[in-house]
């Protein structure tokens, strides 16, 4: 999971797809990563912090890193949170099979309209639950989707 911090949208994509792939039993890897630095090390903004821990989710352990070339060998799926995490993240990317791990998330929500869930990090408390009601039905349909058995 994507985004340009590493600090609200994708810790929070992180954690909830962690939660509910450790409820299923599956055994997936999951993790977030930046494409900016400015915030590594860093936890959660307290403010989505806050939002997950009040609908019952625990983000407060997670740790901000950068987005690297390496996470295109170690993960099978990159999900960006816009088109700007797209693009960069789409610069590192040095083949084609690289390129084409690269999604949106909300496209297993909205196929194909590469929606964007929008950064909060000016936003205000309502901005912070909106966020969290997209990426919580995003990572329920993306569970659904990947686990399908006909
Ligand atoms: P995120 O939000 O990309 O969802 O983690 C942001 C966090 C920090 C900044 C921008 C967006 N920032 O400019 O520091």
Redesign the pocket.
């Known amino acids: 999971m994507v ?9 929070l994509a992180d954690g909830l797809l962690r939660h509910k792939v450790n409820q299923r039993g599956l055994s997936w890897e999951v993790d977030s990563a ?1 494409t ?1 630095n ?2 590594v090390g860093a936890p959660p ?1 307290a403010r989505m912090v806050d939002t997950a821990r009040s609908m019952g989710f625990d983000i407060s352990a997670l740790r901000a890193r950068q987005f690297s070339k390496e996470d295109f060998m170690r993960f099978d799926r990159i999900y960006v ?1 816009d088109r700007s995490n797209y693009t960069n993240v789409i610069k590192v990317a040095s083949t084609q099979e690289e390129h084409d791990k690269v999604l949106f998330l909300l496209d297993h929500l909205y196929p194909g309209k590469e929606a964007e869930v929008p ?3 000016y936003g205000t408390s309502e901005d912070f639950n909106d966020v969290f009601a997209l990426v919580d039905e995003a990572t329920n349909a993306l569970l659904n989707d990947l686990t399908y058995e006909p």
């Open positions: 985004c340009l911090g590493n600090i609200c949208r994708s810790p930046g900016a400015y915030h903004d949170m950064d909060p990090y």
